[in-house]
Every structure is written in structure tokens, then in C-alpha cells.
């Protein structure tokens, strides 16, 4: 029987990583293999000679059987607008949760997740479609991360915050428990969201403000 291919959509920095977390998944999940990258930058990858190779762009990808695709881009609109082409070609996406990551009892996790190395995700939460979960973020009892959000490394969303659909928290932020932080918000590296976020709002600072939307 033929390997199952995964094909990782972005061959960015976040690309490169998660070719190592897959890499790291399919140790213990054999009768997978990475197929592939898929970007629209042809050299994205000229300066290293250990990674596989890039396929070709999101345009020309068309699925095969037995492939699957995980998304590899952070920004959530960028990320929205690829897995909406990819969704129109009939792709099958793939989520990935690395084997060191913590998950809880009664955790929904969407498909096309992303869930990087040492994440702890507790109990009675729930995320979204598409959402990436980076190294050493945390997520407590009863939050909610919405469609396409991104948690860059070391995020803390506390127990009860909810996070609507296509946020985007930069290293090291925290929302702390019951705030809402609304769609297509920005939470910037380091701060700290103690109220309400207004979508579309970029917040920046401890405790954060608001500095643009």
C-alpha cells in the first residue's frame, strides 16, 4: 500500500517548522509520508538543501488521492484566502497535533488545526477551523479561539476568553479570563489584554491599548 502524502501549503518560516513537526508526527503515525510543499515563491526554500521540495504554486495544485494538506501561513487573512482556494479544488485538510502537545478531556478542535510542540490545551474548550496553535502556547478551561486565528509562541489564553474568528496574537500575549477579543483583532508581542478587544482593533502594551483599527 502506498504511503499517504501530506502536503504542507506555505514554505515560509512556519512552512519549515511544521516539516519538522510533521516529520516528528510520522514517527509515530507510519504509512504517512511529506509529500511536498506548495507556494507561490519558487525559491522560497533555495538557501537550505534539507527540506523536500516545492511542488508548485497554490494555483496550480490540484489534489490527488491520498493527499492531504495542512496550512503552514500565520497571518489569518492570508491563510483564510489560501484554504479557500484550496477548499474550491476539493482539498482534504489535514490537522496536526505534535505528539508532545497537552490535550484535554473534552476538547473540539476544528479541521485544518495546527497544534505545535509543548502547547497545553485543557479542558472544555473548543477551536476553531484552520487555527494555528505555535510552541509553548496555553489554553484554559472554557475559551473559545475562533476560525484562522494564530497564536504565535508562548500566547496564554486564559480560562473563558474568547477569541473571534481570524485573531492574530503575537508572541508572548495574554488574554486574561472572559475577555473577548473581536474578529480580526490584533494582539501585539508581549501585551496584555485585560478588556474587551473591538474587531478589527490592533492592541499593543501591558495592559494593552489600542493603537490602530
Not at 116 to 144: E, K
Not at 171 to 193: C, D, H, T
Request: with cysteine; proline share 4%.
Amino acid at each position: 500500500m502506498n504511503p499517504k502524502k501530506i502536503i504542507i501549503a506555505g514554505a515560509g518560516g512556519l512552512g519549515r517548522e511544521v516539516h519538522a513537526w510533521t516529520q516528528d508526527w510520522i514517527e509515530q503515525n507510519p504509512g504517512y509520508v511529506i509529500g511536498g510543499f506548495i507556494d507561490d515563491g519558487e525559491g522560497a526554500l533555495n538557501s537550505f538543501d534539507h527540506y523536500a521540495d516545492i511542488l508548485c504554486t497554490i494555483d496550480e495544485y490540484h489534489p490527488s488521492v491520498d493527499e492531504f494538506v495542512i496550512c503552514a501561513i500565520g497571518k489569518p487573512a492570508d491563510k483564510k484566502y489560501v484554504v479557500n482556494k484550496l477548499l474550491d479544488k476539493g482539498v482534504e485538510f489535514f490537522s496536526l497535533i505534535h505528539p508532545a502537545a497537552i490535550v484535554g478531556d473534552n476538547v473540539k478542535i476544528g479541521r485544518g488545526v495546527l497544534i505545535c510542540p509543548n502547547a497545553v490545551l485543557s479542558v472544555d474548550l473548543v477551536v476553531g477551523d484552520f487555527v494555528t496553535v505555535n510552541s509553548s502556547c496555553t489554553i484554559g478551561h472554557d475559551a473559545i479561539v475562533g476560525d484562522f486565528s494564530t497564536l504565535s509562541c508562548h500566547c496564554d489564553v486564559t480560562g473563558g476568553a474568547v477569541l473571534e474568528d481570524e485573531v492574530f496574537m503575537g508572541s508572548r500575549s495574554s488574554v486574561l479570563p472572559k475577555v473577548r477579543v473581536g474578529k480580526g483583532a490584533v494582539v501585539g508581542a508581549g501585551s496584555v489584554v485585560l478588556r474587551a478587544v473591538k474587531p478589527g482593533d490592533v492592541v499593543f502594551g501591558v495592559p494593552a491599548k489600542r493603537i490602530s483599527g
